[in-house]
């Protein structure tokens, strides 16, 4: 029998935002149910926002300014990459999205160290969040991203080759909870379905509830 071939996922993520969380856990389960392997990369919503601050809602304004809380996990994150290879991001932000998003845990210096731990890192590397060491690195993985979809989405982007070898990127989904089983192969199904479509934009309605962490 031969193998089947997978579709690379390439998957944009900050570790900060819950609703780029939902998403990935809902990337996991498609992993299980379609010819799919996603490959992680970092983006930055402060990176995103730093020219706008002034349009950011208050109570995310302060945490995106420079040296911000913002900006401490997605640096540990591009240094683990830079320094262990991209296959250390899947496991760093499962392990750091885990504690920020499931469980509430403060999103210090301790998280950090515990969360690399898990993920069988170095605890020196929750120095580079206080560090501009690697922020041309950061910057430009956030551009790869953000530049197949436009500035004005944010955090996740993902993209997929189309069929006519030219590349399929869109924001979001922004779904909650998390699908499982068939109900993941669906939604990738159709999420494909209309990004491919020539021309489509937009399907959006106002959230009813925040992100479900289950």
């Not at 997978?6 to 998957?11: E, L, N």
């Not at 990935?24 to 490959?39: A, G, H, T, Y």
């Not at 885990?98 to 898990?118: C, S």
């Amino acid at each position: 029998m031969t193998a089947v071939e997978k579709t690379r996922a390439d998957f944009w993520f900050d570790p900060s935002c819950p609703w780029a969380w939902m998403t990935s856990r809902w990337m996991l389960e498609v992993e299980k149910v379609r010819p799919v392997e996603v490959r992680w990369h970092v983006m930055s919503l402060a990176v995103l926002n730093e020219n706008r601050l002034d349009e950011v809602p208050a109570e995310y304004r302060e945490a995106m300014r420079p040296g911000g809380r913002t900006w401490a996990p997605v640096r540990v994150c591009i240094a683990a990459e830079q320094k262990f290879g991209n296959e250390a991001l899947g496991p760093l932000y499962t392990a750091l999205g885990t504690r920020f998003h499931d469980r509430g845990l403060p999103r210090d210096h301790a998280t950090i160290v515990a969360a690399l731990e898990e993920a069988g890192l170095p605890a020196e590397l929750a120095d580079a969040a206080r560090s501009d060491a690697f922020d041309a690195e950061l910057r430009a993985s956030h551009e790869e991203g953000i530049s197949k979809v436009g500035q004005d989405v944010g955090t996740p982007v993902i993209a997929v080759p189309g069929a006519d070898g030219e590349q399929i990127a869109f924001f979001g989904p922004v779904v909650t909870p998390a699908p499982k089983g068939e109900a993941a192969a669906r939604l990738w199904d159709g999420t494909l379905l209309v990004a491919s479509t020539p021309g489509f934009y937009e399907i959006k309605r106002t959230r009813t509830q925040g992100p479900v962490f289950d």
